[in-house]
């Protein structure tokens, strides 16, 4: 056979199948069956290349998405590391403690030796003067390696040096491992005490269904960006704020350090308090001492931040601190600070936030206008009947 007969041009007559319908004889011939090429007309091959991006424009477009991509890393590491440094329990810590799981008490293992976690270099330093204060720790036997945590900060930014004593309060009796942890964490004198049952439970005054009905409806309430995390609270998951309000141990905590903590037997010998929470951190050398300081200056009560309160979580915390004023108007100071607390006449307040606080304990024991406005919203029952406990800090500076 010749070549001419095996040669064949393609028609729409010869295209038969689905190829007659995916290659369309206008674009394409077949011009050899020695090589079955296809060739692309020149006119239709220049205009599919002028769509295609040049090698430029490709490397432009590289380096741009490059770019953005390094942007992007940089801004969500700098968010990561301002919130470790300026929120209570940075962004990067909650995402690494859902990671991974929490250990129980019988997993926790530490030592008890080498308690100064900062090492100093050259002579010690001596202080001639200290204040007649103490450091305030409210924490149960669980707790146990994170109060070790927080002396080790305190002790090495600060209190190496100065040996101001320690006080431990608990609801329960401290175990002997407790005591012999913390004895050992530091070179000042540990003490250790039991509050009294009927200064840290819910009273039976208190209507349990409206209690628990308040408790409940935090998990409602969009936004609560704080509900407490002071020890002797059930532990939970950092993420899950709610469950902290919920309990009635965080609320008995609330009460509490409101009405009691400066009526406990061993604070009876001390001018000055200074409380440390377990799990604390002290990002930088104390370089002088906070309860002189309270002292030359007269003061009675020291704080870090204060924060907006929400209202919906206290709806009537105002009022009834406002109908005890009301009544009493000898107990509100003429320099009193409600301007802080509210610019708005109590739309909207603030509070303090109490994760460290420093004051004159003789302020808390000898003020009667403090203890019967603690005892006025005691008898309200806001502590326990408000969605978010109430917190006789938030309006501190009124009287």
């Known amino acids: 056979m010749s070549s001419n007969s095996r040669q064949r041009n393609w028609t729409p007559e010869n295209l038969q199948g689905p190829a007659s319908r995916a290659i369309s004889p206008s674009y394409c011939s077949l011009c050899s069956s020695d090589d079955h090429s296809i060739q692309i007309h020149t006119e239709e091959y220049n205009a599919m290349m002028a769509l295609l991006p040049t090698t430029a424009a490709r490397w432009k477009q590289l380096v741009i998405t490059k770019r953005f991509t390094l942007a992007s890393i940089f801004l969500l590491i700098s968010i990561l590391f301002l919130s470790e440094l300026f929120l209570e329990r940075g962004f990067g810590s909650r995402i690494i403690s859902q990671l991974i799981p929490e250990t129980t008490d019988e997993q926790q293992s530490f030592s008890c030796s080498n308690p100064f976690e900062f090492e100093h270099h050259g002579p010690r330093p001596t202080y001639p003067r200290k204040a007649n204060a103490t450091f305030l720790t409210l924490a149960r036997n669980s707790d146990l390696a994170g109060v070790i945590h927080s002396m080790k900060q305190v002790e090495g930014r600060f209190n190496r040096d100065r040996h101001y004593p320690w006080v431990f309060l608990n609801d329960k009796p401290f175990s002997e491992e407790f005591i012999a942890c913390t004895s050992a964490a530091t070179a000042s004198n540990t003490f250790y005490g039991q509050i009294p049952r009927e200064q840290w439970i819910q009273p039976d005054s208190i209507d349990e269904e409206r209690a628990t009905k308040a408790r409940k409806a935090l998990s409602k309430v969009k936004g609560v960006f704080y509900a407490g995390t002071s020890s002797i609270i059930p532990k939970v998951a950092l993420s899950d704020r709610t469950a902290v309000a919920d309990s009635v141990s965080y609320r008995n905590m609330c009460r509490f350090y ?74 509100l100071d003429p320099n009193n600070a409600m301007r802080f607390a509210s610019k708005d006449g109590g ?17 808390f024991r000898q003020s009667e206008a403090y203890n019967k406005y603690f005892e006025h919203l005691d008898q309200a029952g806001g502590f326990y009947y408000e969605v978010h406990s109430w917190w006789i800090r938030y309006l501190d500076g009124l009287n």
């Open 258 to 331: 409101s009405g009691f903590f400066y009526k406990q037997p061993l604070l009876q010998n001390f001018k000055y308090y200074w409380r440390v929470e377990p799990d604390v951190n002290y990002r930088c050398e104390i370089e002088y001492d906070p309860f002189l300081f309270m002292e030359d200056n007269n003061k009675s009560y020291g704080f870090t931040i204060s924060v907006p309160e929400q209202k919906e979580t206290t709806p009537t915390l105002w009022d009834t601190s406002m109908d005890f004023f009301n009544r009493n108007p000898q107990y």
């Open 347 to 363: 739309k909207t307040w603030t509070k303090y936030w109490t994760n460290f606080e420093i004051g004159d304990l003789d302020f």
